[in-house]
């Protein structure tokens, strides 16, 4: 990473070098915060609503008020585009619970610590680039998805232990690890969700089992019915993603991302995958490039 990069940190530009949180932040020592990954095209972030919706979402499951509007969340995420120069980049923004006495138990008065920072990322639409390299090699792994009983599956924290255990359990070249439920049941990515297709139908695990609502899921999903594909939501098994005829894995910065490979057995794309990932980069032309 470029050392002339700029952060936003607690409403001031600063140079990345200089970019600091306090040892105390409970976002450092509990993992006691919020973020968002979004993406902008064109200088314009992609889908801010939802969002800044969800992460609302996340806030009010960790009972941190923080005191802070969408818009003021949207002009740090502004300030620090223009900054650095970009308008295609990844972006992503934290809110932790800032610093409080060393104690497990949350006080209800909150000084939060809030950071933007971006990287550049390759123009999308019709006329740009995939961020990855390949298709996808994919494999199962032994580490469940945490259940929704325990850390609601919808918010995103600062906690990610569960995603690094089962990325850890990875050999070298494979991309991403396939969760599944303490059922058994398939869930998603460390940080993806995940589609596939049967016979011409598009599933994905419905969000009632333990699966984050990812944004770019929603937006596919929506894609899909308007396009006229039969979709289903629902509970499935490994050996039904191992026997599709086509699987891709969705996040904000991969978009749609074919699975080439799942547990050694061959997937790839298809036509159904290529006509969304078409119809998802037309979208993305439409509301940010033109």
Known sequence: MNDDRVYHVDGELVPAAEATVSVDDRGFRYGDAAFETLRAYGGRVLEWAAHRERLAGTCEALALEHGLSGSELRTRIDET?????????????????????????PQPSVEPTVVVYAKPLPRGGLEGDPVWDEPATVSSVETRRIPDAALPAGAKTHNYLNGILARAELEDGVDEALLSTLDGAVAEGATSNLFFVRDGRL???????????????????????????????????LADVRGADEAFLTNRTWELRPIDVLDGIGIGGGPVTERLS???????????YR
């Open 203 to 237: 599933h994905t695990p419905t969000t009632d089992a333990d699966v984050l609502p990812g944004i770019t899921r929603a937006t596919v999903l929506e894609l899909a019915r308007e396009a006229g594909l039969e979709v289903e939501t629902g509970r499935y098994e």
């Open 81 to 105: 585009l223009a900054a650095n120069d970009l308008a295609d980049a990844y972006v992503r923004l934290s809110i932790t619970r800032g610093v409080q006495p060393g104690k497990l138990t």
């Open 278 to 288: 078409r119809l998802y980069d037309e979208r993305v032309e439409e509301r940010c």
